[in-house]
């Protein structure tokens, strides 16, 4: 398995739709930031799910270390 890239060291605020699902990038490789492109092939590490509850904005993790995938934990703070 591969080391998961760090895009940025802060979250991605990001207007998602109720009811929609959004597939976070989790190794940090998508040109498509915060969300997947297909990059990860190969990689061992998959994207991730994310069911929007609600209408409204929704903060994603940039560092790809958050204990809360997808959403950001502030764990870009330790690194």
Avoid: N
């Avoid at 990038?25 to 997947?36: I, V």
């Amino acid at each position: 398995m591969s080391e998961r890239v760090i895009f940025q060291k802060k979250a991605m605020p990001v207007e998602v739709e109720a009811g929609k699902t959004y597939y976070w990038c989790a190794c940090g490789r998508s040109a498509r930031q915060p969300f997947c492109d297909g990059a990860h092939k190969g990689t061992g590490i998959d994207p991730v799910a994310y069911k929007a509850e609600a209408a409204g904005k929704a903060f994603f993790c940039g560092c790809k270390a958050t204990k809360k995938e997808p959403l950001c934990d502030g764990a870009h703070k330790e690194l």
